[in-house]
């Protein structure tokens, strides 16, 4: 069995992971093009640990500008195999207060200008989604969570939109009425990616304002937003510290099959496959490309 190494992609507030010993920093390219910061590699008791801001620090990139794949791609390649995506979203239910952590494990992809995918032509895979969140690493955040006396809230459907601007009022409305529980901008094609590179991906959705449906609440903005997503750093330090202190050595198998995901996944005949392709390809999928995919 594989070593089990803990990626936390940490969205818009949370660009550093505090309390990583041995931390060494690392600039990576990929052939997908550059992801959005060094790669931050240290320890949490045991376990390894690779931290990547998501916008990068300083938060250089919108969520449409974010390159998911070299992201993914890079983390892959770092040896990840559970990945948490820490992430600002808004709330469409009244009981899911600003301050909430959602685990969520469903989404709704509403957008429209991102590369979704590592497979395309000359190599085409069908990854399942049914099940987009693992769920024995959700059930271990909630434990973490439990042991440190934070509340979450296990379960909800994230809608993602394509932003940068927050909802319109009919857009607001239409997704509450749809009962979607969360909304926010960086999980598709995060989650996506993560599945079609065999990691096991998990969300915590952390409640920053109620959209602008409420009509008991002024519309959101940025500075709402980062004012409680700051007053939830210290939530979410913990609950990392605690997620990483009880993973196990070694990585489990994911009851979602996202740690075999390409197992039956990959249609395009042998001989048609593209080579140069499956070079790019070689990080991600080399495990069921085979000798298709050079390594070198």
């Not at 379960?155 to 009919?170: D, H, I, K, N, R």
């Not at 997620?243 to 249609?267: K, N, T």
Request: charged share 20%; glycine share 10%.
């Amino acid at each position: 069995m594989a070593r089990t190494v803990l990626g936390i992609i940490g969205g818009s507030g949370i660009y550093d992971l505090p309390g990583l010993t041995d931390l060494r920093e690392e600039a990576v390219t990929t052939p997908w093009g550059e992801p959005s910061d060094v790669l931050c590699r240290g320890r949490l008791g045991a376990t390894e640990v690779v931290f990547l801001p998501r916008h990068g620090r300083g938060h250089r990139f919108s969520p449409s500008d974010i390159n998911y794949r070299a992201n993914i791609h890079a983390l892959k390649a770092a040896g990840v195999t559970d990945l948490v995506s820490l992430s600002a979203c808004g709330s469409f239910r009244k009981e899911l207060a600003p301050g909430t952590f959602v685990l969520v494990d469903q989404f709704v992809d509403r957008t429209v200008r991102r590369e979704s995918s590592f497979f395309g032509a000359g190599c085409v895979a069908h990854v399942s989604m049914a099940q987009p969140v693992g769920p024995r690493l959700k059930g271990r955040i909630a434990a973490a969570a439990l042991a440190e006396g934070i509340a979450v809230v296990e379960g909800g459907t994230y809608v993602c939109m394509e932003g940068p601007q927050f909802s319109s009022l009919a857009e607001s409305l239409g997704y509450k009425a749809a009962g979607y529980d969360v909304i926010g901008m960086t999980a598709m094609p995060e989650a996506k990616l993560a599945r079609e590179a065999e990691i096991t991906y998990a969300t915590v959705a952390m409640v920053t304002d109620f959209d602008c449906w409420h009509g008991d609440h002024q519309a959101v903005d940025v500075t709402t937003v980062i004012d409680v997503l700051r007053a939830n750093g210290d939530k979410a330090n913990r609950l990392i510290a605690r997620l990483a202190r009880d993973l196990p050595a070694e990585r489990e198998a994911c009851p979602a099959g996202s740690d075999r995901a390409l197992e039956h996944a990959v249609i395009t005949a042998p001989a048609s496959r593209d080579p140069v392709l499956l070079a790019k390809l070689a990080v991600v999928a080399g495990r069921v490309l085979g000798a298709g995919a050079p390594t070198g």
